[in-house]
């Protein structure tokens, strides 16, 4: 089982930043991507961004000008820093990774989210 652990949502202005962590932890082989998602009111949860474990990135075309996703493997520790945010980023924001259990199988861990409002 994999543990993720997110930080650094809150509250901040449009136009404003913010830098979200997530941290995994647990009993694993090998964490293959590592990515955010994020659900708003009312909505449907979406990609925002995803990065493999050799730093290939994929971003949502509403985000990708804005935001940066990161990681390092060896603090197995995935980052999205968030620039120019706007109130229609409003939302929980969810760690996401896939990996490989000790024995050999895939599974799929979510974190509990962290709140990001936006204020106009």
């Known amino acids: 089982q994999v543990q993720l652990v997110e930080s650094g949502g809150g509250l901040v202005q449009a136009g404003g930043s913010l830098r979200l962590s997530c941290a995994a932890s647990?009993?694993?082989?090998?964490?293959?991507?590592m990515g955010w998602y994020r659900q708003a009111p009312g909505k449907q949860r979406e990609l925002v961004a995803t990065?493999?474990?050799?730093?290939?990135?994929n971003y949502a075309d509403s985000v990708k000008d804005r935001v940066t996703v990161s990681r390092d493997n060896a603090k197995n520790t995935v980052w999205l820093q968030m620039n120019s945010l706007e109130p229609e980023d409003t939302a929980v924001y969810y760690c996401?990774?896939?990996?490989?259990?000790?024995?050999?199988?895939?599974?799929?861990?979510w974190g509990k989210g962290t709140l990001v409002t936006v204020s106009s």
């Open positions: 996401n990774c896939n990996a490989v259990s000790t024995s050999g199988a895939w599974m799929t861990s």
């Open positions: 647990g009993s694993f082989f090998s964490i293959n991507v």
């Open positions: 990065i493999s474990s050799g730093g290939s990135t």
